[in-house]
């Protein structure tokens, strides 16, 4: 990430209405996962830092006593928290809307906190110290993430790939070559490295564990439009008066690749560090 580039609150604004429907779900696996490494037994308390809709936080629910939600986006926290009361959880969840540099902010300490594919929109190295210290001894740090090693291909499944080239195409055509990134833009991606933060904050570890994907998924033209629509480098707000017309692009294209509206997808393979807060 580029030294000049500034967080501002339109990074994700409009996303949150999309983002369930858009995104690919994390391996089916991912909650046993953790409460088998972590040995969770139903109490103590889960910060999800970055928390967006309430993708992992809600699936972990069942782990947890208390599960506490922090994000920027107020449409993020909002649709959390209709979430939570669908599944009949609010009693159990909280959702903050304050950003992870406002960490501690009077939440309290916590067993576990998590970062589901969310630490490189932070200012890592205060976030990462701030959160080590919300941690009770022996607590841990999970960092989520898509498998990027793994070739997922559609072979032998029923209907065509999502044509994710051509809509990236068709995003540079609207908003120019260089990644967009709420009012800024990222030209050379996102940071990584995260390892060398997490040490720095005196966490040690990692343990990293594999989370099994690959199970099919069948994905239609409107669920493709909400993955686009999801995503920061094409938030809804960044077309402008031109949002329509973008989206009446993206389903032409989408009719050429599938005349039946069906699309079809390998489920990723979900990546876990587990770091844990060694005594200070």
Same mark, same amino acid.
């Given at each position: ?26 391996? #089916? ?9 972590? $040995? ?7 910060? &999800? ?11 972990? +629910? ?7 939600? +922090? ?29 992870? %540099? %406002? ?19 932070? &200012? ?13 001894? /022996? ?18 499944? #029923? ?16 908003? /120019? ?7 800024? +833009? ?5 940071? /990584? ?8 904050? /005196?966490?040690?570890? =990692? ?10 998924? %069948?994905?239609?033209?409107?669920? +493709? ?21 973008? $989206? &009446? ?9 599938? =005349? ?7 489920? #990723?393979?979900? %990546? ?6 060694? #005594?200070?």
């Amino acid at each position: 990430m580029t030294t000049d580039w500034e967080w501002d609150d339109t990074l994700f604004l409009g996303t949150a209405a999309h983002y369930r429907r858009g995104r690919l779900p994390y391996a #089916p696996g991912l909650a046993d996962a953790l409460a088998e490494i972590l $040995e969770l037994d139903g109490r103590g308390r889960l910060l &999800d830092v970055g928390c967006g809709p309430g993708t992992v936080a809600l699936g972990l +629910v069942d782990l947890f006593g208390e599960v506490v939600g +922090v994000d920027p986006d107020r449409g993020m926290i909002t649709e959390a928290a209709r979430a939570a009361t669908e599944r009949g959880v609010g009693g159990k969840t909280r959702w903050v809307r304050a950003r992870a %540099e %406002e960490l501690p902010a009077g939440l309290g300490t916590f067993t576990v906190a998590v970062f589901a594919q969310s630490f490189h929109w932070m &200012d890592r190295d205060l976030v990462a110290a701030t959160v080590r210290d919300m941690l009770r001894p /022996g607590g841990a740090l999970v960092h989520i993430s898509d498998l990027k090693t793994e070739t997922r291909t559609v072979e032998g499944l #029923p209907h065509p790939a999502v044509p994710y080239a051509a809509l990236e195409e068709l995003v540079s055509d609207y908003l /120019g070559p260089v990644r967009r990134a709420g009012r800024g +833009v990222l030209p050379h991606g996102t940071p /990584g490295g995260e390892a060398a933060v997490f040490h720095r904050a /005196g966490f040690t570890g =990692p343990r990293r564990h594999v989370v099994s994907g690959g199970q099919a998924l %069948e994905r239609t033209s409107d669920d +493709v439009v909400a993955g686009v629509f999801s995503m920061s480098f094409s938030a809804p707000h960044l077309f402008g008066a031109h949002r329509d017309g973008f $989206e &009446d692009d993206v389903r032409r294209l989408l009719r050429a690749a599938s =005349p039946t509206g069906l699309f079809s997808a390998r489920q #990723p393979g979900t %990546e876990i560090h587990i770091w844990g807060a060694a #005594p200070r």
